[in-house]
């Protein structure tokens, strides 16, 4: 499967600048899958409703040329082709962008459909945005159960989109956050939303600016979960082989280096 990675969000928080990135990806059989969306194009033109006052302190771009629709549009595509989208979680910044793409199925964990959509807790109603799926997604909600993948029990390979497209459960940053693996052929890649936000949370080396720490902190649902989940990934970082590659959603360089390999 041919992977494209796409920008779909720049964030300028202050003393950050932040991406959404988001895989595009297609299968062998023709259809186009989205691993998150970022935000979309009702995001841009109608940003105090469908993003609230959470837009004053993350400050998205909101460019339409960033959207996963105008991209896609740009590749050749058309946003019909897009059958499939595989959201780690339901922060705005992830989920904008499928109102674009309604004929598409959107698959997520069950644990995150409940926090999100059917019953979320007051802190989780406060923190999500209803109005990005007042459209009437077709959800595809995946349970427990599964397979271990790489060392993380309950991953589920989502066969009904493709062979190859994994869905793996890491909750701590929301209720049923999860990654998503996605085999190339050449290696796997490894979307771990926002289960971290940079890179110097993998190698151990670099140092994380103090601004993403407490944004990760300050956003978490589980933080103990989020710091349990650094060392796993670090861990995973550590004794992989050249076949995977992991990536976050909003670290910029990690972007800029997949983007351009």
């Known amino acids: 499967?041919?992977?494209h990675h796409l920008n779909?969000?720049?964030?300028?928080?202050?003393?950050?600048?932040?991406?959404?990135?988001v895989l595009l990806v297609e299968?062998?059989?023709?259809?186009l899958v989205l691993v998150d969306s970022g935000y979309g194009l009702d995001d841009v033109t109608d940003p105090g409703r469908r993003l609230g006052a959470v837009r004053h302190l993350i400050k998205p771009v909101l460019d339409?040329?960033?959207?996963?629709?105008?991209?896609?549009?740009?590749?050749?595509?058309?946003?019909?082709?897009?059958?499939?989208?595989?959201?780690?979680?339901?922060?705005?910044?992830?989920?904008?962008?499928?109102?674009?793409?309604?004929?598409?199925?959107?698959h997520v964990t069950a644990a995150e459909a409940n926090g999100a959509v059917h019953a979320p807790s007051r802190g989780e109603r406060r923190r999500y945005r209803a109005a990005q799926w007042a459209h009437g997604p077709k959800l595809v909600e995946h349970g427990p159960g599964g397979e271990r993948w790489r060392g993380f029990a309950a991953a589920r390979e989502l066969d009904s989109i493709a062979p190859g497209i994994v869905l793996v459960p890491l909750p701590g940053h929301t209720r049923g956050?999860?990654?998503?693996?996605?085999?190339?052929?050449?290696?796997?890649?490894?979307?771990?939303?926002?289960?971290?936000?940079?890179?110097?949370?993998l190698d151990g080396r670099t140092p994380v600016p103090a601004p993403v720490r407490a944004m990760e902190r300050s956003i978490a649902?589980?933080?103990?979960?989020?710091?349990?989940?650094?060392?796993?990934?670090?861990?995973?970082?550590?004794?992989?082989?050249?076949?995977?590659?992991?990536?976050?959603?909003?670290?910029?360089?990690?972007?800029?280096?997949?983007?351009?390999?």
């Not at 779909?8 to 990135?21: E, F, K, N």
């Not at 109102?99 to 199925?105: E, I, K, N, R, V």
Request: hydrophobic share 35%.
């Open 64 to 106: 339409p040329d960033e959207t996963a629709a105008r991209q896609i549009e740009r590749l050749g595509f058309r946003r019909e082709d897009v059958r499939h989208i595989v959201v780690t979680h339901f922060d705005a910044d992830h989920i904008g962008g499928i109102s674009d793409f309604p004929g598409a199925q959107v």
């Open 27 to 31: 299968t062998d059989g023709g259809g």
């Open 221 to 261: 649902y589980d933080a103990k979960q989020v710091r349990d989940n650094h060392a796993r990934l670090a861990e995973l970082h550590r004794r992989t082989e050249s076949g995977l590659a992991i990536v976050c959603a909003h670290d910029r360089a990690l972007y800029e280096e997949m983007r351009t390999r």
């Open 1 to 3: 499967m041919k992977v």
């Open 177 to 201: 956050h999860a990654c998503v693996a996605v085999d190339t052929g050449s290696r796997w890649i490894l979307h771990a939303g926002d289960a971290f936000y940079h890179h110097g949370t």
């Open 8 to 21: 779909c969000g720049t964030m300028r928080p202050r003393g950050l600048d932040l991406v959404s990135h």
